[in-house]
Nanobody, 121 residues
Framework: QVQLVEPGGGLVQAGGSLRLSCAAS????????MGWYRQALGQERELVAT???????HYARSVKGRFTISRDNSKNTVYLQMNSLNPEDTAVYYC???????????????WGEGTQVTVSS
């Protein structure tokens, strides 16, 4: 069964950096657009960044210039490099794939389990 696995996350001081990764497991033929979302305590989930299979990137205004999304299609993995972190970036970060084609068919709107990022002031 295809799933997105997100190791990483953790605690970092304000001004610091952290890199998240998210890998699709299973027999993967292709993956569509991938992205990172986050949900702070008591708030709705929001878009952080997305990247298409052709590596076209889009960022939320709040992270533009500080975060960089990338992907390695040969490893079925998407990354989020986060620099100049501040306490407002504290949230659970989720990765997403709009669809994943596998040997068992196409699965749409696949989500990782989430990973906690905490930025201390």
């Amino acid at each position: 069964q295809v799933q997105l696995v997100e190791p990483g996350g953790g605690l970092v001081q304000a001004g610091g950096s952290l890199r998240l990764s998210c890998a699709a497991s299973g027999i993967i033929f292709s993956i569509g657009a991938m992205g990172w979302y986050r949900q702070a305590l008591g708030q709705e989930r929001e878009l952080v960044a997305t990247i298409t299979s052709g590596h076209s990137e889009h960022y939320a205004r709040s992270v533009k210039g500080r975060f960089t999304i990338s992907r390695d299609n040969s490893k079925n993995t998407v990354y989020l490099q986060m620099n100049s972190l501040n306490p407002e970036d504290t949230a659970v970060y989720y990765c997403n794939a709009d669809h994943i084609a596998t040997n068992r068919g196409v699965k749409a709107d696949v989500w990782g389990e989430g990973t906690q990022v905490t930025v201390s002031s």
